[in-house]
């Protein structure tokens, strides 16, 4: 299967600043590349996603960007807010099956 | 749309018996139903792919005669864990896929305690 990585495991910053996730997958045949945030106990919400033949999406105060070359893919969050704060998972698609990175921990400091 | 539903939420087992878990797509049929597992702050690991009409496949490392996977129709998954332990204490959580899409919707999952 597929190898995907993510960084940082933890991240903490204070109401308002921005969030950088970032994540690298092994195989190039990956093609889509979502997002998730789990809050505990709960199923994983797609909060953005990018298939690979785009370079960056954008969501509001939400946008991933994707290299292709490199093998990675980035989540970042503007104007962080309170509300912000759980697990978030990157996943590579290989042959439509989802391998997850390893997840961060989103803390947003009033 | 697009909503997938878990049974049970919760269940408590005791340590060699088996326990089956369903999956069902309610407003789309599903040609392609996955299943996870997650241990606690852990990442969520694929088990197995599960087709309609077909035999699953299972990602290395799984047991597939322990994880018994059915995939009867377009809009019901089983997963039955055979013989369960304490370290099969765990959130599984199911996908399906509507074909046509990339995208995977998640059920509820399912909290399974082996005492």
């Known amino acids: 299967g597929e190898n995907v990585e993510q960084h940082p495991s933890t991240l903490s910053v204070q109401e308002g600043d921005s969030a950088v996730i970032k994540c690298t997958y092994s195989d190039s045949a990956s093609n889509y590349f979502p997002w998730y945030k789990q809050e505990l106990g709960k199923r994983p919400q797609l909060i953005i996603d990018i298939r690979s033949n785009v370079g960056e999406k954008k969501d509001q105060r939400i946008a991933v960007t994707l290299n292709k070359t490199a093998k990675h893919f980035s989540l970042h969050i503007t104007e962080t807010q309170p509300e912000d704060s759980a697990v978030y998972f990157c996943a590579a698609s290989l042959r439509n099956q989802f391998y997850f990175g390893t997840g961060t921990s989103l803390t947003v400091i009033p | ?115």
């Open chain 2, 1 to 115: 749309g697009a909503v997938v539903s878990q049974h049970p939420s919760w269940v408590i087992c005791k340590s060699g018996t088996s326990v089956k878990i369903e999956c069902r797509s309610l407003d789309f049929q599903a040609t392609t139903m996955f299943w996870y597992r997650q241990f606690p702050k852990q990442s969520l690991m694929l088990m197995a792919t599960s087709n309609e009409g077909s035999k699953a496949t299972y990602e290395q490392g799984v047991e597939k005669d322990k994880f018994l996977i059915n995939h009867a129709s377009l809009t019901l998954s089983t997963l039955t864990v055979t013989s369960a332990h304490p370290e099969d204490s765990s959130f599984y959580i199911c996908s399906a896929n509507p074909g046509g899409s990339y995208e995977q919707y998640f059920g509820p999952g399912t909290r399974l305690t082996v005492t």
